[in-house]
């Protein structure tokens, strides 16, 4: 358990408990369950969409471009709103539910939705080689890069504290 | 003409047939149902006499004190772990009576219809998606708990490769809460 003296933001208390903040495996876990949860529906979506068309459709095959640029603009919508709605409502995806960690502000309280973009935007240019993921490593509150853009921290909570049925984004 | 003369004679007399027998199919279901209800009220009433009386405290104690249980289970006790009694076991468990039984009861098709109908009430069903739901549980607990060791062990790793060593007062992250 990673623990230090009260931080001035918070203001006096009696006897905060010592804060757990999640390191690289187990977020790249719950980032695991959410990329395959996210995937599995956007297929499914896919699925029913080009099984509809198929109905549809009549006589020779059209141009396909339009409809994966529409589709593909649909998956980025669809994975902002999943990521963003969830952290700046419950502050858990899936992912966090199930491996019962929370993204919090670092002041406390919970993501604003700006601050939630922020994250998403930093979350996509740590991806090429997972660079912006390594300062979890080195960091003491175990935070990347999209944590330092959006001054975010992602802590360990009791099952007891999880939110009952997150809502959906 | 005839006819219909002798159905008028004999229309009352059917009719006064049909009210006696009504009548005595009454009287006489009355007289069962209320003879039933008096045996049962009779019984009930000896019964519920017999429990609040202090005959059965008596009788209990009286046993207690024989120590005819205690004898009772000391004699069980000893035949249940006789070797005569693991050899009839093992006698029956062997015969052929009971490989044939088995046989039976595995061909016989209402043992399967009667399998078929527990799998599928609803109770069997909440019991298994009870247990799925307990078996992930499972999973997800030694998941975070294996995760929760590897992410330090990575991290003192990735820090001695950097030379940063333990971690430094410094640097210790601050408390916070963690809700709003």
Request: aromatic share 4%; proline share 7%; glycine share 6%.
């Amino acid at each position: 358990v990673i623990s230090a003296p009260d931080s001035a933001l918070d203001g006096p208390r009696p006897d905060p408990a010592p804060v757990e903040y999640a390191g690289l495996l187990t977020r790249t876990i719950g980032m695991a369950i959410d990329a395959l949860l996210i995937n599995v529906v956007a297929a499914l979506a896919s699925g029913a969409v080009l099984l509809v068309r198929a109905l549809f459709s009549v006589g020779a095959p059209r141009d396909t471009t339009a409809l994966a640029v529409i589709g593909s603009c649909l998956y980025v919508i669809f994975v902002l709103v999943y990521f963003v709605g969830f952290w700046t409502t419950t502050g858990q995806t899936v992912g966090n539910r199930v491996m019962q960690t929370r993204i919090v502000a670092a002041n406390g309280g919970n993501l604003p939705p700006r601050r939630g973009l922020t994250r998403m935007l930093g979350m996509m240019i740590s991806i090429p080689l997972l660079w912006g993921f390594l300062p979890i490593l080195v960091t003491p509150r175990r935070r990347a890069v999209c944590d330092l853009m959006a001054r975010t921290v992602v802590i360990f909570v009791a099952p007891a504290e999880q939110p009952n049925d997150p809502p959906a984004p | 003409m005839l006819r219909e003369l002798a159905s008028a004679a004999v229309r009352p007399a059917a009719r006064l047939g049909r009210d006696v027998d009504r009548r005595t199919r009454h009287v006489l279901s009355e007289s069962s149902r209320r003879a039933l209800l008096s045996s049962v009220d009779v019984t009930l009433a000896t019964v519920d006499g017999v429990l609040s009386s202090e005959v059965l405290d008596d009788v209990a104690a009286r046993v207690r004190a024989s120590g005819v249980l205690e004898r009772l289970d000391a004699a069980l006790s000893a035949a249940a772990d006789s070797p005569e009694a693991a050899k009839l076991i093992r006698t029956v468990m062997g015969s052929r009576a009971v490989d044939t039984a088995f046989e039976l009861l595995l061909e016989n098709d209402a043992l399967w219809r009667v399998v078929d109908e527990v799998a599928q009430s609803p109770a069997v069903s909440r019991a298994i998606s009870h247990q799925s739901v307990t078996f992930a549980d499972e999973v997800a607990d030694v998941a975070r708990n294996r995760a929760r060791g590897a992410d330090d062990r990575l991290e003192r790793l990735a820090r001695r490769l950097t030379g940063q060593g333990r971690v430094r007062p410094a640097d210790a992250p601050a408390r916070q809460s963690p809700s709003p």
